[in-house]
């Protein structure tokens, strides 16, 4: 996959919420330290991750969405099975927590 996806208000149902298998999805924005730090982590899921999705939304550029799903602070990640939210992160994590997270998922895909 290489990176991770760009998730926009237009492409947020066919991207995630049609999407065959879980997707997680980091609410984020540019001005955004903690968002700024966890990139990498997030763009080494998407790289590492054959089977679930990983990608981001830009909250600034996207506010439907992040409005939709109650995104308060940021980052957020939101992990999205079957068009539905079945888990919520709030703040900056390490990316074992975040593997480990989808695991979780993958194993019951």
Same mark, same amino acid.
């Given at each position: 996959?290489?990176? !991770? @996806?760009?998730?926009?208000? &237009?492409?947020?149902?066919?991207?995630?919420?049609? $999407?065959? +298998?879980?997707?997680?999805?980091?609410?984020?924005?540019?001005?955004?330290?903690?968002?700024?730090?966890?990139?990498?982590?997030?763009?080494?899921? !998407? @790289?590492?991750?054959?089977? &679930?999705?990983?990608?981001?939304?830009?909250?600034? $550029?996207? +506010?439907?969405?992040?409005?939709?799903?109650?995104?308060?602070?940021?980052?957020t990640l939101l992990l999205f099975?079957?068009?539905?939210?079945?888990?919520?992160?709030?703040?900056?994590?390490?990316?074992?927590?975040?593997?480990?997270?989808?695991?979780?998922?993958?194993v019951s895909a």
């Open positions: 996959m290489g990176s !991770a @996806t760009v998730f926009t208000d &237009a492409n947020f149902e066919a991207e995630v919420l049609k $999407a065959s +298998q879980p997707v997680l999805v980091d609410f984020w924005a540019t001005w955004c330290g903690p968002c700024r730090q966890i990139a990498p982590i997030i763009d080494q899921l !998407a @790289t590492e991750n054959s089977v &679930a999705k990983v990608g981001k939304l830009d909250v600034d $550029a996207n +506010q439907g969405t992040a409005f939709r799903y109650g995104v308060e602070s940021i980052p099975k079957d068009g539905q939210v079945v888990e919520r992160i709030v703040g900056a994590q390490p990316k074992s927590r975040l593997q480990a997270l989808l695991d979780r998922h993958l």
